[in-house]
């Protein structure tokens, strides 16, 4: 017997709306709200029709971000730089930005975000281990000490105002594994569509942090402690090893193969030239 679709939010507002999972999320979250603010400070397409708000914002103006959350009943900050840059470049959107997000969802009420973190959180955590949300963090590049920062506020936000969030540390979300790392942290856009939902709809998740991965047969990261999301991603990248594996191995020192963030832990210094 198939689970009742779940009620729809009035407005949910998706943050990165523009980017490569923006886009995506943008077309299957549509069954999750009456309309979808959607923001970026990129470029996006126009509306598509009524359930649809185009509102361009930059994560580092507060009173912008603070205009941008008025009116919404849940987060989906997916907003922010994604790759690895020099600090400067990552402190206004991922550092002041997270910060704007809750504060502006303190000030107007919103008690649930879904927060896009990253594997790179736990990135120097080498590929022989297999961890879980409590294993100590071990940012592996300025991206990934923004993303930490933001499960902090995260949980600082629940702690002092009861504002609900779901960390997604996610893997490597891209229609297949492009690598040998990426059959261990692939997540396909269904998966990653259905974990949204369980994070959306899940009564009483306090700060959970969850890792954004498919059922694949390499593991490197224990889902149990966010066992109560209801999470049972349905994908693996098993599909994809064989056409993978045709591709050389990495050399034995080489990060892609030593850490479980790969090419992150070894990204910059930047300015040093």
Not at 55 to 67: Q, S
Not at 174 to 202: C, G, K, V
Request: net charge negative; charged share 20%; proline share 7%.
């Amino acid at each position: 017997m198939s689970q009742p679709s779940p009620t729809p939010f009035n407005r949910l507002l998706l943050t990165g709306a523009a980017g490569g999972l923006g886009k995506i999320l943008r077309e299957s979250l549509r069954p999750y709200a009456r309309v979808l603010r959607l923001s970026d400070i990129a470029p996006m397409a126009p509306a598509a029709d009524e359930s649809e708000e185009i509102w361009p914002c930059d994560l580092a103006d507060k009173t912008a971000v603070h205009e941008l959350v008025a009116g919404v009943d849940a987060i989906l900050h997916f907003g922010g730089v994604s790759v690895e840059r020099p600090f400067e470049e990552v402190l206004g959107p991922n550092i002041c930005g997270v910060f704007h997000i809750y504060e502006a969802a303190r000030r107007h009420g919103v008690k649930r975000v879904v927060f896009a973190s990253s594997n790179h959180v736990i990135g120097f955590h080498g590929q022989d281990q297999v961890i879980d949300a409590n294993a100590p963090r071990r940012p592996d590049s300025y991206y990934g000490l923004s993303k930490s920062y933001g499960e902090d506020m995260a949980s600082f936000y629940f702690d002092r105002y009861g504002i609900e969030t779901v960390s997604l540390r996610i893997g490597s979300s891209f229609p297949e594994p492009q690598n040998h790392r990426m059959l261990n942290t692939w997540l396909s856009y269904a998966d990653l569509t259905q974990l949204i939902e369980r994070a959306l709809y899940t009564p009483q998740v306090g700060h959970t942090v969850v890792y954004g991965v498919s059922n694949n047969q390499a593991v490197w990261w224990d889902n149990r402690l966010a066992s109560h999301l209801g999470y049972q991603p349905k994908d693996s990248s098993e599909t994809f090893r064989a056409q993978v594996e045709r591709q050389p191995l990495p050399p034995a020192d080489d990060p892609a193969r030593l850490y479980q963030g790969g090419a992150f832990a070894a990204s910059g210094p930047f300015g040093d030239q």
